[in-house]
């Protein structure tokens, strides 16, 4: 039973919109959730992180945004920019252990 | 340039073939990690070394093999692979196992069984 979840395997936007992603999670323990990005052929690349105490974190274009009680964050993309098609994964732990749990990811198409 | 560097990025062996994947990090971090992607699947952390010992096995049968000779470089022995074993193989590292911190990922290597 996969633990973090992103529901959504694509997603299609219009350059300049906003792009939002989604992830849940079922364990509530976790308590440090990071986003990476990656391109076809190239390792994930970190995005954005939020720790539990918060519940949002930005930075430039990207906001992340977390709802403990419903055990859901989601990453905001504005505006959206072709070079951010990429697949998106959401990854949570539990503090002080770097046992990440992954999502499946989300493929992002930004449409010119 | 991620700091992470795999070789080889591409492997086809036979499955009685023994190979090995190589990992080194140029960031001055003393944790190291062997992920395993396959298709449609989320990431699988495979094992876990800080400062060269392991600290996590995530029940990876035995055909695979770590080794870490020191905090910079990691190895993935593999010996008498399955076909289920094709995916692609990623290597991460971190500052340390303690403080809520990013992973840094490698390109990954792409191995395909035979």
């Known amino acids: 039973d996969q633990q973090v979840k992103q529901n959504s395997p694509s997603l299609s936007v219009q350059e300049g919109r906003i792009s939002i992603l989604n992830c849940d999670y079922t364990?509530?323990?976790?308590?440090?959730f990071l986003w990476y990005k990656k391109y076809p052929a190239e390792g994930p690349t970190f995005l954005i992180s939020?720790?539990?105490?918060?519940d949002k974190n930005e930075d430039g274009r990207f906001t992340v945004f977390l709802n403990k009680s419903a055990k859901h964050l989601s990453l905001h993309i504005v505006p959206s920019q072709p070079g951010d098609s990429a697949v998106y994964f959401c990854?949570?732990?539990?503090?002080?252990?770097?046992?990440?749990?992954f999502g499946p990811g989300t493929r992002l198409s930004v449409l010119p | 340039e991620t700091g992470v560097t795999q070789t080889p990025r591409h492997l086809v062996m036979g499955m009685t073939n023994k190979k090995s994947l190589k990992c080194e990090q140029h960031?001055?971090?003393?944790?190291m990690y062997w992920y395993k992607q396959s298709a449609k699947k989320p990431l699988e952390l495979m094992f876990v070394?800080?400062?060269?010992?392991?600290?996590e096995n995530n029940s990876v049968p035995s055909r695979f093999s770590p080794e870490c000779p020191n905090s910079s470089h990691l190895f993935l022995h593999l010996h008498t692979l399955q076909p289920e074993d094709s995916a692609l193989y990623l290597c991460?590292?971190?500052?340390?196992?303690?403080?809520?911190?990013?992973?840094?990922f490698g390109d990954g290597t792409r191995l395909s069984i035979l």
């Open positions: 991460a590292s971190s500052q340390d196992l303690l403080v809520n911190q990013p992973q840094h």
């Open positions: 364990n509530s323990m976790f308590d440090y």
């Open positions: 939020i720790s539990s105490i918060k």
């Open positions: 990854a949570a732990s539990v503090t002080g252990g770097q046992n990440f749990v």
């Open positions: 960031l001055g971090h003393n944790a």
């Open positions: 070394y800080n400062f060269k010992e392991q600290t």
